[in-house]
């Protein structure tokens, strides 16, 4: 058995205990987080430690999972856990990943631990499939459509709107761009080519509507360089139909040799976000324990992993099976 | 520069040929062949030599690609040329694989090369998305479907039917099957009602069609499980119409985690089935070639091939812009 911590335990946190608690050859050592353990319940029931005690587990624990934000718990958390355990975060600033990589490389191999950084579906899944893509196609061009989901990023960006009670927002990929690409005609789209916003926004009692609107509409980065839609519901209606955190999204590469055009398409349609990133990072988890115990070190990207490491099974048995 | 050579001149090899003379940091150094050398003429113009010749290039090749079949050129020929190159097959037999990997592994061994073998997108790309799926998502059901495409063993096997001058046959999903796959129905599917299959064939002069019809559509293993339809069409309009050799298919993971559903789906579509093949051998090619210089040797899958090795770019650049 494999046995895992978990650090941090927000919904992330949460979907890899479940993922851990499903597999029959990990086990669950314990969840560690910054807040008092005595104001953590687990839904398996497992034992709640405090960060800080977390160095007493070195020799417990095979691969700790990193389920903090990038923002600021993984930069910290990541180079300081890897100084102690394997370890798998989500780390998804995408422009600070050179950086991060080189931090928790650095701590890993002095620590003679492996790290796996950056992992879930983007970056993770999605890297990975525009990587072989274009090494199999070369000449060619690569797309990546968001959603239908959930962008919490953007919903959190709604509800610091003043007026604004709550809100969800949904990136939804234009279907007649993905039918373009389909049809290796290879388009350059604009970003508002590419997506569309549509805005469900709970207002407080006597909030100005149309204020609300135009500030969602013309706030940059966000919202102004896309075609944007905003519904004004009640509480009661976003926690009825908007309660959950579905996405996924398209990883297309549309490719030539010669005259020849072809599509390569990889796309995930997820209930739950979290819960499906949290089963990528407990398949790259048991990869790292794995990888460790056969002498590699360091820090890795999904880009790293042979795939049959994220298996339980042996390599005869998928050669026979799933080859 | 990679040196690259490639035994077996069809339709594989003229397309491996093509990826190889496409790509910055492979080099072509000469197709081998067991015809008479001075009967082939390349695309490209590069040097036809004799297989028997092959053995004087092992230090001037870096990785050698087989583009024989699998019947019973592979079989011999890929332990055979692992004892004295890097090299990289397509083959597809897959009740076999678990034999010709033991037969592959232990002459790559003994020389200290590495040998991919089943390279391509079935077994190939289509593998690797089943057991990245299955390992994420180990609550679920996967799904492979073939096509559009046509399948050269079901053509071959309808030209050997008494009367039949030429024919092409085009293997197609039934989209009814996909589309509940991907509302995560889990269905069990019969063989006939994953596939259905399409021929286009022409007759002999004074041939009786009934009979041929008859004789096709109760082959057994071929036809006799699948819903067939049979066109008579003349020489000219399948060479205009069906000349071409174009395939695909789609892999799709319905999974759970708990109560939640989520769909992985890999999919292709392909103008030339051979030169696609081909492109993945190249880009394995490239992989097999840095993994021997790096170390590692032995038979290999796709399974076992780290991702950044497929690619002409760097590890830092990987990350900078594909992560």
Sequence with gaps: MIKVGIAGYGNLGKGVEKAVNAANDLELVGVFTRRNP????????????????????????????????????????????????????????????????????????????????????????????????????????????????????????IRRIDGVADAKQYTIPVKEAIESVRNNERPDLTTRQKHIRECFVVAKEGADLQKIEDEIKNMPNYFSDYDTTVHFISQEE??????????????????????????????LNLDSNPEFTASVLTAVARAIARMNAEGWTGAKTIFDIPASYLSDKSAEELRATML
Tied chains: 1, 2.
């Excluded at 999972?65 to 958390?77: F, I, K, R």
């Excluded at 908007?242 to 996924?248: A, E, F, V």
């Design 38 to 157: 005595d104001s953590v319940n687990t839904v398996s029931g497992v034992t709640v430690y405090s960060m800080d005690q977390a160095e007493n587990f070195k020799d417990d624990i095979d691969v700790m999972v990193l389920c903090g934000g990038s923002a600021t718990d993984l930069p910290e958390q990541t180079p300081a856990l890897a100084s102690m355990f394997n370890v798998v975060d989500s780390f998804d600033t995408h422009a600070n990943i050179p950086e991060h990589f080189k931090n928790v490389d650095e701590a890993a191999k002095a620590a003679n631990k492996t790290a796996a950084i950056s992992i879930g579906w983007d970056p993770g899944l999605f890297s990975l499939n525009r990587l072989i893509a274009e090494s199999i196609l070369p000449e060619g061009k690569t797309y990546t459509f968001w959603g239908k989901g959930v962008s919490q990023g953007h919903s959190d960006a």
């Design 238 to 267: 976003l926690n009825k139909n908007h309660g959950t955190l579905p996405h996924g999204g398209f990883v297309l590469r549309s490719g030539s040799t010669g005259e020849n055009n072809h599509l390569i398409e990889y796309s």
